[in-house]
Nanobody, 119 residues
Framework: QVQLVESGGGLVQPGGSLRLPCAAH????????WGWYRQAPGNQRDLVAT???????DYLDSVKGRFTISRDNAKRTVYLQMDSLKPEDTAIYYC?????????????WGQGAQVTVAS
């Protein structure tokens, strides 16, 4: 049984930093591509950052140079380091495989981590 557990969210001032870990249980972690996604109220869920099984990374243009995705295969954990945060980064952040994991045809998501950037 798979499980994704995101943590590390919170309230931060503009210009601040947060680090989000995501523990992935039940996956063959090291062969999967992993992503961080976010969803702001009223918006669709967008892919923010990707780390491929070989370690190559890719980012949404609006977060390039500010966010860093990394993985620890031994700990089965994906991280998102977010620096120079802006109010428009406010959203619920989710990790998942890339593309998203499905169970019986439905995408499976964890509970996410709320990130609020405000002064």
């Amino acid at each position: 049984q798979v499980q994704l557990v995101e943590s590390g969210g919170g309230l931060v001032q503009p210009g601040g930093s947060l680090r989000l870990p995501c523990a992935a249980h039940g996956y063959t972690f090291n062969i999967r591509h992993w992503g961080w996604y976010r969803q702001a109220p009223g918006n669709q869920r967008d892919l923010v950052a990707t780390i491929y099984s070989g370690g190559i990374t890719d980012y949404l243009d609006s977060v390039k140079g500010r966010f860093t995705i990394s993985r620890d295969n031994a700990k089965r954990t994906v991280y998102l380091q977010m620096d120079s945060l802006k109010p428009e980064d406010t959203a619920i952040y989710y990790c998942n495989t890339h593309p998203p994991w499905t169970i019986k045809g439905n995408e499976y998501w964890g509970q996410g981590a709320q990130v609020t950037v405000a002064s």
